[in-house]
T-cell receptor, first 112, second 113 residues
Framework: DTEVTQTPKHLVMGMTNKKSLKCEQHMGHRAMYWYKQKAKKPPELMFVYSYEKLSINESVPSRFSPECPNSSLLNLHLHALQPEDSALYLC???????????FGQGTRLTVV | QKEVEQNSGPLSVPEGAIASLNCTYSDRVSQSFFWYRQYSGKSPELIMSIYSNGDKEDGRFTAQLNKASQYVSLLIRDSQPSDSATYLCAVRVSGSGNTPLVFGKGTRLSVIA
Protein backbone atom coordinates (compact mmCIF):
# COMPACT_ATOMS: atom_id res chain seq x y z
CA ASP A 1 0.00 0.00 0.00
CA THR A 2 1.58 3.24 -1.15
CA GLU A 3 -1.31 5.52 -0.35
CA VAL A 4 -1.05 9.07 0.84
CA THR A 5 -4.44 10.66 1.44
CA GLN A 6 -5.04 14.39 1.20
CA THR A 7 -8.13 16.34 2.11
CA PRO A 8 -9.85 18.30 0.82
CA LYS A 9 -9.37 17.69 -2.91
CA HIS A 10 -10.51 21.20 -3.77
CA LEU A 11 -10.60 24.34 -1.66
CA VAL A 12 -11.70 27.87 -2.43
CA MET A 13 -10.89 30.44 0.22
CA GLY A 14 -10.96 34.17 0.63
CA MET A 15 -7.91 36.18 1.52
CA THR A 16 -9.11 36.66 5.10
CA ASN A 17 -9.99 33.02 5.71
CA LYS A 18 -8.16 30.43 7.78
CA LYS A 19 -8.16 26.89 6.47
CA SER A 20 -6.14 23.72 6.85
CA LEU A 21 -4.96 21.05 4.45
CA LYS A 22 -4.59 17.54 5.80
CA CYS A 23 -2.39 14.63 4.79
CA GLU A 24 -2.28 11.10 6.15
CA GLN A 25 -0.16 8.03 5.46
CA HIS A 26 -0.03 4.64 7.13
CA MET A 27 3.08 3.24 5.50
CA GLY A 28 5.29 3.87 8.52
CA HIS A 29 7.17 6.54 6.60
CA ARG A 30 9.17 8.89 8.79
CA ALA A 31 9.59 11.77 6.35
CA MET A 32 6.70 13.88 5.09
CA TYR A 33 6.72 16.80 2.72
CA TRP A 34 4.63 19.67 1.46
CA TYR A 35 5.11 20.78 -2.12
CA LYS A 36 3.45 23.56 -4.09
CA GLN A 37 2.94 23.16 -7.82
CA LYS A 38 1.85 25.82 -10.28
CA ALA A 39 0.62 24.95 -13.76
CA LYS A 40 3.31 23.59 -16.11
CA LYS A 41 5.97 23.83 -13.37
CA PRO A 42 7.64 21.08 -11.32
CA PRO A 43 6.73 20.57 -7.66
CA GLU A 44 8.39 23.15 -5.45
CA LEU A 45 9.46 22.00 -2.01
CA MET A 46 7.97 23.93 0.91
CA PHE A 47 8.59 21.92 4.08
CA VAL A 48 10.14 18.65 5.19
CA TYR A 49 9.32 16.84 8.40
CA SER A 50 11.65 14.09 9.50
CA TYR A 51 10.68 11.99 12.51
CA GLU A 52 7.93 14.51 13.26
CA LYS A 53 10.33 17.42 13.45
CA LEU A 54 10.50 20.24 10.94
CA SER A 55 13.83 19.81 9.23
CA ILE A 56 13.54 22.02 6.17
CA ASN A 57 11.61 25.22 5.57
CA GLU A 58 12.33 26.56 2.10
CA SER A 59 11.82 30.21 3.12
CA VAL A 60 8.08 29.82 2.92
CA PRO A 61 6.02 32.88 3.99
CA SER A 62 4.55 32.66 7.48
CA ARG A 63 1.01 32.62 6.11
CA PHE A 64 1.75 28.92 5.55
CA SER A 65 2.19 27.07 8.83
CA PRO A 66 2.97 23.33 8.86
CA GLU A 67 2.20 20.97 11.69
CA CYS A 68 3.00 17.30 12.25
CA PRO A 69 0.79 16.02 15.09
CA ASN A 70 2.14 12.47 14.80
CA SER A 71 4.07 10.22 12.47
CA SER A 72 1.06 9.61 10.22
CA LEU A 73 -0.39 13.09 9.92
CA LEU A 74 0.75 16.31 8.36
CA ASN A 75 -1.22 19.53 8.26
CA LEU A 76 -0.73 22.80 6.46
CA HIS A 77 -2.48 25.76 8.06
CA LEU A 78 -3.33 28.63 5.76
CA HIS A 79 -4.06 32.20 6.78
CA ALA A 80 -4.30 35.47 4.89
CA LEU A 81 -3.28 33.95 1.58
CA GLN A 82 -2.90 35.86 -1.64
CA PRO A 83 -4.38 35.01 -5.05
CA GLU A 84 -0.91 34.07 -6.25
CA ASP A 85 -0.89 31.27 -3.68
CA SER A 86 -3.48 29.47 -5.79
CA ALA A 87 -1.87 26.18 -6.81
CA LEU A 88 -1.90 22.42 -6.38
CA TYR A 89 -0.61 21.55 -2.92
CA LEU A 90 0.97 18.14 -2.74
CA CYS A 91 1.83 16.07 0.27
CA UNK A 92 4.35 13.26 -0.02
CA UNK A 93 5.99 10.76 2.27
CA UNK A 94 9.05 8.53 2.20
CA UNK A 95 10.81 6.00 4.42
CA UNK A 96 13.27 8.71 5.28
CA UNK A 97 14.17 12.03 3.78
CA UNK A 98 15.44 11.72 0.24
CA UNK A 99 14.32 8.18 -0.54
CA UNK A 100 11.58 7.52 -3.06
CA UNK A 101 8.62 9.67 -2.24
CA UNK A 102 4.96 8.86 -2.77
CA PHE A 103 2.55 11.68 -3.43
CA GLY A 104 -1.02 12.21 -2.38
CA GLN A 105 -3.65 13.30 -4.88
CA GLY A 106 -3.17 16.92 -3.97
CA THR A 107 -5.42 19.78 -2.93
CA ARG A 108 -6.36 22.24 -5.64
CA LEU A 109 -6.40 25.57 -3.82
CA THR A 110 -7.97 28.73 -5.21
CA VAL A 111 -7.61 31.99 -3.31
CA VAL A 112 -10.18 34.62 -4.23
CA GLN B 1 23.43 24.69 -6.57
CA LYS B 2 22.06 21.29 -7.33
CA GLU B 3 20.36 21.25 -10.73
CA VAL B 4 18.40 18.70 -12.66
CA GLU B 5 17.88 19.45 -16.34
CA GLN B 6 15.29 18.04 -18.69
CA ASN B 7 14.16 19.03 -22.15
CA SER B 8 10.68 20.45 -21.65
CA GLY B 9 9.41 19.07 -24.96
CA PRO B 10 6.87 18.36 -26.14
CA LEU B 11 8.33 15.09 -27.31
CA SER B 12 6.01 13.55 -29.87
CA VAL B 13 6.25 9.88 -30.79
CA PRO B 14 3.91 7.65 -32.79
CA GLU B 15 2.02 4.89 -31.06
CA GLY B 16 4.14 1.75 -30.77
CA ALA B 17 7.46 3.60 -30.96
CA ILE B 18 10.11 3.93 -28.25
CA ALA B 19 10.04 7.19 -26.32
CA SER B 20 13.38 8.31 -24.90
CA LEU B 21 13.43 10.83 -22.08
CA ASN B 22 16.68 12.27 -20.80
CA CYS B 23 17.80 13.98 -17.63
CA THR B 24 21.16 15.41 -16.58
CA TYR B 25 22.21 16.48 -13.13
CA SER B 26 24.93 18.71 -11.85
CA ASP B 27 25.92 17.21 -8.50
CA ARG B 28 28.41 14.38 -8.85
CA VAL B 29 27.55 12.87 -5.46
CA SER B 30 23.93 12.27 -6.43
CA GLN B 31 23.02 8.74 -5.45
CA SER B 32 19.36 8.05 -6.11
CA PHE B 33 17.32 8.76 -9.20
CA PHE B 34 13.61 8.61 -9.81
CA TRP B 35 11.15 9.02 -12.64
CA TYR B 36 7.66 10.28 -11.97
CA ARG B 37 4.77 10.46 -14.40
CA GLN B 38 2.26 13.26 -14.01
CA TYR B 39 -0.97 13.50 -15.93
CA SER B 40 -2.46 16.94 -16.38
CA GLY B 41 -4.19 18.07 -13.20
CA LYS B 42 -3.04 15.01 -11.25
CA SER B 43 -0.26 14.35 -8.77
CA PRO B 44 3.11 12.79 -9.66
CA GLU B 45 3.22 8.99 -9.69
CA LEU B 46 6.48 7.15 -9.09
CA ILE B 47 7.23 4.81 -11.98
CA MET B 48 10.93 3.96 -11.66
CA SER B 49 13.81 4.30 -9.25
CA ILE B 50 17.44 3.51 -10.03
CA TYR B 51 20.47 3.62 -7.78
CA SER B 52 23.38 2.03 -9.64
CA ASN B 53 24.90 2.35 -13.09
CA GLY B 54 23.28 0.37 -15.86
CA ASP B 55 19.77 -0.48 -16.90
CA LYS B 56 16.72 -1.34 -14.85
CA GLU B 57 13.66 -2.71 -16.57
CA ASP B 58 10.07 -2.80 -15.36
CA GLY B 59 7.54 -3.82 -17.96
CA ARG B 60 7.64 -1.36 -20.84
CA PHE B 61 9.87 1.02 -18.88
CA THR B 62 13.67 0.96 -18.74
CA ALA B 63 15.68 3.39 -16.68
CA GLN B 64 19.33 3.90 -17.58
CA LEU B 65 21.89 5.50 -15.32
CA ASN B 66 25.38 6.68 -16.18
CA LYS B 67 26.97 8.38 -13.18
CA ALA B 68 30.21 9.17 -14.98
CA SER B 69 28.30 11.21 -17.56
CA GLN B 70 25.77 12.41 -15.00
CA TYR B 71 22.70 11.44 -16.90
CA VAL B 72 19.71 9.25 -16.35
CA SER B 73 17.19 8.30 -19.00
CA LEU B 74 13.83 6.63 -19.28
CA LEU B 75 12.84 4.52 -22.26
CA ILE B 76 9.21 3.65 -22.87
CA ARG B 77 8.75 0.79 -25.32
CA ASP B 78 5.59 0.28 -27.36
CA SER B 79 4.39 3.77 -26.44
CA GLN B 80 0.65 4.12 -25.96
CA PRO B 81 -1.54 7.24 -26.05
CA SER B 82 -2.12 6.65 -22.34
CA ASP B 83 1.60 7.32 -21.80
CA SER B 84 1.02 10.95 -22.80
CA ALA B 85 1.97 12.89 -19.70
CA THR B 86 4.74 14.96 -18.18
CA TYR B 87 7.70 12.91 -16.94
CA LEU B 88 9.61 14.35 -14.01
CA CYS B 89 13.17 13.34 -13.21
CA ALA B 90 14.10 13.57 -9.52
CA VAL B 91 17.51 13.23 -7.94
CA ARG B 92 18.63 12.77 -4.39
CA VAL B 93 22.06 13.82 -3.25
CA SER B 94 23.43 11.59 -0.52
CA GLY B 95 24.92 13.00 2.59
CA SER B 96 24.21 13.56 6.22
CA GLY B 97 21.06 15.22 7.33
CA ASN B 98 18.01 15.66 5.22
CA THR B 99 18.37 15.67 1.48
CA PRO B 100 14.99 15.90 -0.20
CA LEU B 101 14.54 15.16 -3.88
CA VAL B 102 15.42 17.79 -6.46
CA PHE B 103 13.05 17.76 -9.44
CA GLY B 104 13.69 18.66 -13.03
CA LYS B 105 11.13 20.78 -14.87
CA GLY B 106 9.70 17.76 -16.63
CA THR B 107 9.39 16.59 -20.23
CA ARG B 108 5.96 16.57 -21.81
CA LEU B 109 5.43 13.40 -23.86
CA SER B 110 2.73 13.13 -26.49
CA VAL B 111 2.04 9.72 -28.05
CA ILE B 112 0.17 10.10 -31.31
CA ALA B 113 -2.31 7.36 -32.21
Amino acid sequence: DTEVTQTPKHLVMGMTNKKSLKCEQHMGHRAMYWYKQKAKKPPELMFVYSYEKLSINESVPSRFSPECPNSSLLNLHLHALQPEDSALYLCASSQKSGTEAFFGQGTRLTVV
Amino acid sequence: QKEVEQNSGPLSVPEGAIASLNCTYSDRVSQSFFWYRQYSGKSPELIMSIYSNGDKEDGRFTAQLNKASQYVSLLIRDSQPSDSATYLCAVRVSGSGNTPLVFGKGTRLSVIA
